[in-house]
């Protein structure tokens, strides 16, 4: 397969459609990017599908889905917590399955009852919440985590199976929960405003009749904007089989990126976060 640097910055087209599913996040949803900046990371084009994640008539957070492995392969988002409760209503993406359809997140009963998509057309675009069922040692983990919305609708957002990956059990309720609820509220203070990536690696291995890609690591990193003159970042990495977190600068995250998705370079934050 050809490979091409998405760099999202001109308008390639996807068969899907053009509202949430769309041309590119520097058109429709550029501010959750530092400095307007998507991550520039050389993928396969064809199955990686941009999607800026609406609901209730909003943009929440873009993500990067790979419709072939039927995982996100990162969300961008900006992070701003808040203490409203969270609701497990899950949805899906009905653009995935076609352009026609609504450009905002559903659950999979009203796209299949209502929107009369079939349930082979929705398997075969996107993860389904069968694909979750019944994992043994992995379960549903977020990429961009409610914990990190501010109000209701916005952590409601965060439940879309594309925003998901099989992530190790023991690792989600542990170390990287400590990461997203702990470290981010400490590495964000005198923050003005945070912008996080976070994302999957795929693997080799699958769950669901091999459907759904089982990543073989998760990362995330954040840069945060204090004033004109003052910047800072972080990042972790993880192995998706233990309970453990690797604290790393911005640039070896990067490092490690571009080795493990065999890529010539990765660049997650536009060039003035700082790498160290």
Same mark, same amino acid.
């Given at each position: 397969?050809?490979?091409?640097?998405?760099?999202?910055?001109?308008?390639?087209?996807?068969?899907?459609?053009?509202?949430?599913?769309?041309?590119?996040?520097?058109?429709?949803?550029?501010?959750?990017?530092?400095?307007?900046?998507?991550?520039?990371?050389?993928?396969?084009?064809?199955?990686?599908?941009?999607?800026?994640?609406?609901?209730?008539?909003?943009?929440?957070?873009?993500?990067?889905?790979?419709?072939?492995?039927?995982?996100?392969?990162?969300?961008?988002?900006?992070?701003?917590?808040?203490?409203?409760?969270?609701?497990?209503?899950?949805?899906?993406?009905?653009?995935?399955?076609?352009?026609?359809?609504?450009?905002?997140? +559903?659950?999979?009963? @009203?796209?299949? =009852?209502?929107?009369?998509? &079939?349930?082979?057309? $929705? %398997? #075969?675009?996107?993860?389904? !919440?069968?694909?979750?069922?019944?994992?043994?040692?992995?379960?549903?983990?977020?990429?961009?985590?409610?914990?990190?919305?501010?109000?209701?609708?916005?952590?409601?957002?965060?439940?879309?199976?594309?925003?998901?990956?099989?992530?190790?059990?023991?690792?989600?309720?542990?170390?990287?929960?400590?990461?997203?609820?702990?470290?981010?509220?400490?590495?964000?203070?005198?923050?003005?405003?945070?912008?996080?990536?976070?994302?999957?690696?795929?693997?080799?291995?699958?769950?669901?009749?091999?459907?759904?890609?089982?990543?073989?690591?998760?990362?995330?990193?954040?840069?945060?904007?204090?004033?004109?003159?003052?910047?800072?970042?972080?990042?972790? +990495?993880?192995?998706? @089989?233990?309970? =453990?977190?690797?604290?790393? &600068?911005?640039?070896? $995250? %990067? #490092?490690?990126?571009?080795? !493990?998705?065999?890529?010539?370079?990765?660049?997650?934050?536009?060039?003035?976060?700082?790498?160290?």
């Amino acid at each position: 397969m050809l490979l091409v640097l998405l760099f999202f910055c001109v308008g390639w087209q996807t068969t899907p459609g053009e509202a949430e599913v769309v041309k590119s996040f520097e058109e429709t949803c550029p501010r959750y990017f530092f400095r307007k900046t998507p991550p520039k990371i050389s993928l396969t084009a064809s199955y990686m599908v941009p999607i800026c994640q609406r609901y209730k008539n909003q943009y929440r957070y873009a993500t990067l889905y790979d419709q072939k492995k039927r995982i996100p392969i990162y969300s961008a988002y900006i992070y701003n917590p808040g203490r409203a409760k969270r609701t497990d209503n899950w949805m899906v993406e009905p653009q995935l399955v076609g352009s026609g359809l609504r450009p905002e997140m +559903i659950s999979e009963e @009203d796209l299949i =009852q209502k929107f009369h998509v &079939t349930k082979a057309a $929705l %398997e #075969e675009s996107q993860a389904v !919440l069968q694909d979750y069922k019944n994992l043994i040692d992995y379960n549903r983990g977020h990429l961009n985590p409610n914990s990190h919305q501010p109000d209701p609708e916005a952590k409601k957002s965060t439940f879309t199976l594309t925003n998901i990956v099989p992530q190790f059990t023991k690792l989600n309720g542990g170390a990287w929960q400590t990461y997203e609820q702990q470290t981010m509220q400490t590495k964000t203070q005198g923050c003005k405003e945070t912008f996080a990536v976070v994302g999957a690696v795929p693997g080799n291995n699958y769950i669901a009749g091999r459907r759904v890609n089982k990543p073989s690591h998760v990362w995330s990193t954040a840069c945060c904007y204090i004033d004109n003159n003052h910047l800072r970042s972080w990042a972790i +990495i993880a192995t998706n @089989d233990k309970d =453990q977190v690797e604290e790393l &600068t911005l640039g070896q $995250l %990067e #490092e490690k990126l571009t080795k !493990l998705y065999q890529q010539n370079s990765v660049l997650l934050f536009d060039i003035d976060c700082p790498r160290q």
